[in-house]
C-alpha cells in the first residue's frame, strides 16, 4: 500500500508569487485534505476535495485554491504569496465515504515566502 | 465552532517511563472522533491513535492508551514504558461527522521529550 506523497520537499518563492504544490493520495482513498502548519502551530484546515470538488472550506482567502485530479492526486495552488504563507503545508488523504474518518498525511511541503 | 486546547507546551520522561498528555475540547456535535497524532522532527504526522465519541471503551494500541472522558470533554493520551523514539509534538485533534467536509481540527501540540 503506497502512503501519501508530495511534492517538492522544500520550496522557496518570492512575495508576489505563485506556486503549486502537489499530493498524491494513498492508495484507495478518494478524498484530499489541505492543512497549513506555521512554526511552532497546530495544522489549520485549508480545504478538502472530494470527487474533484472542493468539499468544504477553512478560513483561507480565495487566493488559495485547489484541484483534485480523477486518480484523486491534488494540488494546492497560491497566489500572490505573502511573507505569512511561509509555512509547512500538509496533504492528508482519507475515505470517510466508507466510514474511515482517519486522516493519513504526507511528509509535507516547507514553503518560504522571502 | 470546535476548539482543541493542549495546556502543556512542553513534557519531559525518562525512558521506561509513563507519561499522561493533557487535551480538552469544546463542541456541540454527539457523533465526532478524537485522535492523537505524533509528528517527530522528520515532521511527518503518524497517527497514534483514535476514538470514537460513541464508544464507552477507552482505545488503547500497544504502549499508547486513551483516558476518553466524554462528559468533561477530557481526551488524554497515556504513554507507558516511554522510549526514545517516543520523543516528538504530539497533536490532538478533533472531527465532527456532521457537515459535507471531514476537517481535522487540532490542538496547539505538546512537545514531549523523553530521556535517559
Given at each position: ?29 478518494n478524498t484530499v485534505s489541505w ?10 484546515f485549508?480545504f478538502q476535495y472530494y470527487r474533484e470538488e472542493e468539499n468544504g472550506r ?8 485547489g484541484?483534485q ?5 491534488s ?19 482519507s475515505?470517510p465515504g ?17 | ?98 457537515g459535507t467536509a471531514s476537517k ?13
Amino acid at each position: 500500500e503506497t502512503g501519501v506523497t508530495q511534492s517538492p520537499t522544500h520550496l522557496i518563492k518570492t512575495r508576489g508569487q505563485q506556486v503549486t504544490l502537489r499530493c498524491s493520495s494513498q492508495s484507495g482513498h478518494n478524498t484530499v485534505s489541505w492543512y497549513q502548519q506555521a512554526l511552532g502551530q497546530g495544522p489549520q484546515f485549508i480545504f478538502q476535495y472530494y470527487r474533484e470538488e472542493e468539499n468544504g472550506r477553512g478560513n483561507f482567502p480565495p487566493r488559495f485554491s485547489g484541484l483534485q485530479f480523477p486518480n484523486y492526486s491534488s494540488e494546492l495552488n497560491v497566489n500572490a504569496l505573502e511573507l505569512d504563507d511561509s509555512a509547512l503545508y500538509l496533504c492528508a488523504s482519507s475515505r470517510p465515504g466508507q466510514g474511515s474518518y482517519e486522516q493519513y498525511f504526507g511528509p509535507g511541503t516547507r514553503l518560504t515566502v522571502t | 465552532a470546535q476548539t482543541v486546547t493542549q495546556s502543556q507546551p512542553e513534557m519531559s520522561v525518562q525512558e521506561a517511563e509513563t507519561v499522561t498528555l493533557s487535551c480538552t475540547y469544546d463542541t456541540s456535535e454527539n457523533n465526532y472522533y478524537l485522535f492523537w497524532y505524533k509528528q517527530p522532527p522528520s515532521r511527518q504526522m503518524i497517527l497514534v491513535i483514535r476514538q470514537e465519541a460513541y464508544k464507552q471503551q477507552n482505545a488503547t494500541e500497544n504502549r499508547f492508551s486513551v483516558n476518553f472522558q466524554k462528559a468533561a470533554k477530557s481526551f488524554s493520551l497515556k504513554i507507558s514504558d516511554s522510549q526514545l523514539g517516543d520523543t516528538a509534538m504530539y497533536f490532538c485533534a478533533f472531527i465532527a461527522l456532521t457537515g459535507t467536509a471531514s476537517k481535522l481540527t487540532f490542538g496547539t501540540g505538546t512537545r514531549l521529550q523523553v530521556t535517559l
